[in-house]
């Protein structure tokens, strides 16, 4: 099992999140986190004295998959989420050594 | 000094600060309704509205409205309020020039200040609802537009003398003169603005839920409380027969208004939604405004409990038609100024609080009444919506009145303002755009 | 126009229109100390809850409190304030089925909504206390029978001529009649639904923060200007000597009391807590509200004093007992409400401020003034307590108080209004049921 | 009893209250101008200071303020107002030790409470100076001396025919003696407090947003209603033509202030930023406070423009002076206090809205009034200044007034007030150190 | 070393901590995600229009322990996260190569 | 390709960025998490019970570098995070098989 964890730009949950449910997947999880890199961030003004707030809002999808659906759902990913401006994102694959569903106790694939 | 002048100018300017108060009702409501992201925009505009209605109306409003001239348009002592007057002189002792207010005996600037915060009050209607996409300059220009061209020419026909008044029509303290001039001005906006980025696609209506129902529900109750000096104070002098009259059928009405919104919600969507109270209680008020001292306490409670049906129905309604108005301002303002002023000519007591209109349609007098209501109904609908419309069209072509999309899905307070209403605070950014899969 | 009639009109008017504002502020404070979940459901309670009071005190209400009849209820002109009356006479001029209040010289709707505005506040106490876990649906109902059949019997007995009255009790402004009325029913309310979950476990007792300090704050501050209307206006008429000596007796409780909570707080807690401050200042208002125009300056003061204190102490008291009122409504209302009543029979000085109370215990005046409202203190709490208990166990029965354990996790909002009050802000979910490891 | 009596005492007790309001908006502006770890402390802190002004004001303020003495001090009835006093009897017949305020007709407690309220103005000003760093502690103290020892004096000098208003200088609601006082005592504060940690480091000036801008908008519009209390309330007697003029000036110097704010801001900043908007509106109002009365509503037009664009000039100043005022509090009371106060003697026009100014120096007065003023100005900069920098002082050594680095850091609401105040929303912890980055 | 990341309702956070605290723990973070599996979304409204709340909140632990302890802690976690209905939550294990306790530089199992 | 995964106190982050500057880096993410280890709570009250609030504010960052980095972006991150008090936080490394840059497509390390 592989964990597939994409930034996106939080514009392009939707769209992403329709495409993965057309090539289908069993859970996701996602997270607001602030990220850096190298897009340059955006400048605000308070009372006089701009300044840049460096972070930016991204959101972090993270899902389990099987071995052979990483392929398939990282393009899916790719796709929807590309804008081709500085700022769309990476995505991260990692090994997962087992899953636990807990409802039932089910262990390995199955339980994604 | 006459003891009159003195409590009538007390009443006249303790009621005004009330109406001025429901410009924080407004800027409340109409930005807890809208999206965090757009919050600083709002409170901006509802901020700055009452800003360039103070100098327009100065300026220009106030001659346009209440000079001597003709039955459409004053025309002497035109700018700065600089006519001749000898306020609070009042009939045969008055000589001056804006005759048509020469009614109430309080001073000029008292007068002045009065109708300033009923003519702020129909500038800030438009914000509402073309919130979240509109730009701040158009805005900010279409406010003076507003306040020198719109409002002061309906207000001469109805309260300033001229002919909607000669017809007979009648409009206590503005369903028509304020709340419906705001609502038409507000709908040829929106309908030139368009839709809000999200709210109508993929053939479905998205829902946008506001960011703060606190912040409504506070702005609700200022509006409320404001009214309170809205319609009482629209006496211009201490009556207490009919300021006392006038504060009951004002409260039934919300309170009627507030019940039936919420049976109605709790019937058609399954629950009372809070937001739909809030309009309700809205609804309420606004319908109450043009009869609320020539009607029974009775007909107002029956005059809110439909408000507040209307309001649901057509906040519905206008969803359904694809006209986007993020916070129900034309359900409340247009939809319940039209039909309070019409219930004028259907629940009117001639004389319940002294004012002679004659009957109404359901009180024995015939349908006189109720077609000098519907005169003056149709009559400002064309003219405020049409120059609205023209108004609206040129500033488009001139400078534009829309945010670019990208300003408009980032957010307009960082676009138009670089601030951030709550910066500190970690928000579900994607919130509007992953909503909307409708059952 | 007699100017007399004019003038107090207006006074009544205005001071009733800052009570009517409280609304606003119970609504702030009792959200501002609840979870954000419950946020929605909050405020929709605190918002129908005046309509409901409009309507309920208009049928029957009224009628049973100020008509004449018998000491213990009005009997004629029941219904939809109808009986023949023709205020603003007073006296021997008066004419009419409502003499209890043919006192003041004001019309019979100024009349009215003056005490509306009260029974809306005594119905409006209950709601903070039940909060976070009653059904909408039958926190309507009970206020329809709060302001239809609990808060107009107590009201004739005191201020309607009834045999409280007779008796020699004196309550200015209602620490009685609005506080601890609103403070029985609520307790009532409180030990039928039980505390909310996971408040008492495990034999501990687990704090459960309010979601937002700033709109607690707010509202206090509200309801402290709410009741520069409240008890000043109580005079009904504007003398200028009353309501300037009760304006100032008023705010030194409060401001006595701000500082002797925090002091508390201070020694007992360790820190000076503000939800504890704010519950200080709103405890002084409650224990002067009775008093307010019946002790001198420096009585007020030591009465807001000690209502800090009390207040403090019965915060932690009720807790002890674990009896769960999420806001602090007991130990504001009904605690400082006895207290308040109480200090009449301790603190007054004959005619003060015009009124003949006799003096009170502390000045010489012995027992007779404090056993009158001792008196009325426990006949209150009686009636009122059991009137709430049966209406609240036969609600029970019929349709259920509580929503499901489930729904209560969930929040309220979600359950009773489908609707979010903060849909775009990130919440720490878990809080609530993860503090209160205790030191 | 005089009619004239009862209708005054209501128009002073009705604005009292609309000024005692002005608290909420206080506590609004500052805590939305703050961070939202400091709130409950600034809450907490503007939440108490008009509890501690009223105990102060009581208990010797007044006495110093309005006592007979000498130019320099009141000195008879000094303590809780109890000298001798037949209000509301005025001229001639007034037997008492309160002369200096015996020309207005209205009850002792009404004058009282009408100067209560404008005493808490003064001291709730140094509030958001200090904010984020100032011990709870020492801020209660040095509000006792505020309103104990420094601003009745000045009082007096001004107000309480002391020896600046025998000099002929003239402050009609008080820019010099409310605004500018809470500026130099608040300046004198700052000055010994030093800015926040993490403000002026690396040579950059690091902006520290404010957490909540619907709180300071909220807050602002509080203010302005407020301000409706505040000025045309001064005149202490309700004279038409004064009291509509007042609201008028006092309302086109807001709003040009504001468009001024707006315009300079979004020349000088690129965008028309909130803070410096509201900032305007505020400025707008102190620069008006002395000369509402004495000036034409023309000229509080050109007053409103200029301290528009000073306000936004200050607060980018006092930044490049290192001065850190979080919320703007000396660029709005200070700085602008002293403009309008010499407005006065540049715009005043002879009885205008009756008070005999004589002229000035654009009305052909020549110099004499403007160098009343300037003597006012400077007096009462070197008294206030170095007496709140010697109480500041003193509190500094005896028991600190600067919570701790580790507090500051984590938040003056749990190291002052063990609280939270939005418990349950996540916040960007970080966002106060990570800013910064200048362009 | 091994990371445990447990996605559980927020309700149970409680439970859960007092569970793992009897087996015992080292440490671990809590991250506010908001998670899409089997369980379907909340209905709200707004002002008319009813709509579903696709993703839920759920909680997310993560843990860094010694492989040996990897049993017991999932153990815990399901008995006190489990209530058998759909929405329950999963159970992540996946390796961690190095742990550094920042405070005092150690590395390795010892850190934890 | 590893993944760094850093608990900090929230205070520290400005100086972990500005020392991560020097020693260069190619993008991170910020999560705010709460956390529990050996650092006891903040006590807090409400309304006369004080309550210790057991997780405290922490933030998470992540950054996937090349193996190389490892040590001299772990070393950066401690100097600068490092109070030597209880309750400074913690790095885990782990192992990234993936990376994969959304914008172009680009894999591998070339895609950090
Ligand atoms: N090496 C990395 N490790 C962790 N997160 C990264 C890394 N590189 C990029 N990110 C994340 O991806 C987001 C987008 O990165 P950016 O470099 O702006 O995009 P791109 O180069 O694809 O246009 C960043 O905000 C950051 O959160
Ligand atoms: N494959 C997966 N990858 C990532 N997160 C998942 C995955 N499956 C489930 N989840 C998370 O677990 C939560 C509960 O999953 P759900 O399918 O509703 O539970 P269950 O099947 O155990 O009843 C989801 O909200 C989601 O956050
Ligand atoms: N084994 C672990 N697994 C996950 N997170 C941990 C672990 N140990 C510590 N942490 C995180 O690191 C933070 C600091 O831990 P703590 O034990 O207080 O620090 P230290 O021991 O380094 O002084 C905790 O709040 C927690 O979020």
């Known amino acids: 099992m592989k964990k597939i964890e994409a930034i996106i730009r939080p514009a392009k949950l939707e769209a992403v999140r329709r495409a993965l449910e057309k090539v289908g997947y069993s859970g996701l999880m996602i997270t607001e986190i602030e990220g850096h890199g190298k897009q340059k961030g955006v400048v605000q003004q308070w009372r006089g004295e701009k300044y840049r707030l460096e972070l930016l809002p991204k959101l972090k999808i993270e899902m389990v998959v099987k071995n052979e659906d990483v392929e398939r759902i990282t393009k899916a990913i790719i796709e929807n989420a590309k804008t081709g401006e500085i700022g769309d994102g990476k995505i991260f694959v990692s090994a997962i050594d087992e899953a636990i569903r807990i409802r039932t106790g089910e262990k390995g694939e199955i339980a994604l | ?439």
Chains 1, 5, 6 share one sequence.
């Not at chain 2, 209607?125 to 158009?138: D, L, M, T």
């Not at chain 2, 980025?197 to 998205?206: A, D, E, L, Q, T």
């Not at chain 2, 009482?232 to 039936?260: C, E, F, K």
């Open chain 2, 1 to 439: 000094m006459d003891m009159k002048v003195i409590i009538d100018t007390i009443w006249v300017l303790v009621t005004a600060k009330l109406v001025f108060f429901m410009n924080l009702g407004f800027a409340m409501v109409e930005s807890g309704f809208a999206r965090a992201k757009n919050c600083v925009n709002i409170l901006s505009k509802n901020f700055v509205v009452f800003a360039v209605s103070s100098l327009g109306f100065l300026f220009l409003g106030w001659g346009l409205m209440f000079g001597d001239g003709n039955p459409f348009v004053g025309l002497k002592g035109l700018f700065f309020v600089s006519g001749l007057d000898n306020s609070p002189a009042v009939g045969e002792a008055y000589k001056g020039v804006y005759s048509a207010i020469s009614w109430t005996g309080v001073p000029l600037w008292a007068k002045f200040f009065f109708q300033l915060v009923f003519c702020g009050t129909a500038a800030t209607i438009v914000s509402g609802a073309v919130a979240e996409r509109i730009k701040y300059k158009s805005f900010i220009l279409f406010s003076f537009i507003m306040t020198m061209f719109i409002y002061p020419i309906i207000g001469h026909w109805v309260w300033g003398g001229g002919w909607l008044a000669q017809k007979g029509m009648f409009d206590f303290a503005g369903s028509t003169v304020v709340h419906s001039v705001g609502g038409w001005a507000a709908l040829a906006g929106v309908l030139l603005l368009g839709p809000r980025f999200g709210k109508y696609s993929n053939g479905r209506i998205n829902p946008i839920p506001g960011h703060n129902l606190s912040l409504a529900t506070l702005g609700t109750f200022v509006l409320w409380f404001g009214w309170f000096g809205f319609n009482p104070g629209s006496t211009m002098m201490a009556d207490p027969q009919a300021i006392s009259h006038v504060v009951v059928t004002t409260n039934m009405a919300a309170a009627a208004a507030i019940l039936s919104a919420i049976m109605v919600s709790w019937i058609l969507l399954g629950k009372p939604d809070l937001g739909m109270t809030l309009n309700g209680c809205l609804a309420g008020l606004v319908a109450i405004t043009a009869p609320c001292a020539f009607v029974s306490v009775g007909s107002s409670i029956i005059i809110g409990l439909i408000a507040g049906i209307l309001v649901v129905l057509a906040v519905i309604g206008f969803d359904k038609l694809k006209i986007d108005d993020p916070v129900g301002a034309l359900s409340v303002h247009l939809v319940n100024g039209v039909f309070g002023t019409l219930c004028v000519g259907l629940f009117a007591q001639d004389k319940i609080a002294g004012v002679a209109t004659g009957d109404g349609l359901f009180y024995g007098g015939g349908l006189k009444l109720f077609l000098a209501q519907l005169t003056g109904v149709i009559s400002v609908a064309v003219y405020t919506f049409i120059v609205s419309l023209i108004a609206w069209a040129i500033l488009k072509t001139v400078m534009g009145i829309r945010v670019s999309l990208q300003e408009e899905i980032e957010g307009l307070d960082i676009g138009e303002h670089g601030n951030a209403a709550y910066p500190e605070f970690l928000e579900r950014k994607p919130t509007y755009s992953f909503l909307g899969l409708k059952e």
